[in-house]
């Protein structure tokens, strides 16, 4: 979902659930901030089960087969850094990949500030990915920019 995003952002208590979130057309719903089994980071639930992931290569899962579970050919491996300021440095002096291109790190902040949106509000807040405009909430909507003073602008 690099050059997507989700499509609806919830507060807390709304949409039928005490922690907010937000979801992907035709994908997954992504909560924010629920209590976490052994103090682990991130918890995905599937069709075949679960898996828990932190730092550290602290990885549980349920049932514990999936853990040995070898990858496929045609599953999607992801580029590994251990340091990501020599990642950048690499990106700008050689050329190199970036691990995180402007672009997902856009994709990433824009998903935290329209969830700040919908909390800010308690409101749900409907986002078109592709336009990036919010299609359905006119104050969160006027959130997006604000007024600037001579000579800034934004825009051509």
């Known amino acids: ?84 300021r020599q990642n950048f440095l690499d990106a700008v002096i050689y050329g190199k990949k970036n691990i995180c291109p402007a672009e997902i790190g856009h994709r990433s902040a824009t998903i935290c500030h329209l969830m700040s949106f919908a909390r800010r509000l308690n409101s749900h807040v409907k986002w078109d990915p592709k336009s990036e405009t919010i299609t359905n909430n006119p104050a969160a909507a006027a959130m997006i920019s604000r007024p600037r003073r001579a000579p800034y602008y934004l825009g051509a």
């Open 1 to 84: 979902m690099d050059n997507s995003g989700p499509t609806d952002f919830y507060p807390e208590n709304s949409d039928a659930s005490e922690f907010r979130h937000y979801k992907y057309e035709k994908g997954p719903t992504v909560y924010v901030n629920t209590p976490m089994k052994n103090k682990h980071m991130i918890h995905f639930i599937g069709d075949e089960g679960e898996i828990l992931v932190s730092r550290g290569a602290r990885i549980e899962t349920s049932p514990s087969i999936l853990r040995g579970m070898p990858m496929r050919a045609q599953d999607v491996r992801l580029q590994v850094s251990d340091n990501h």
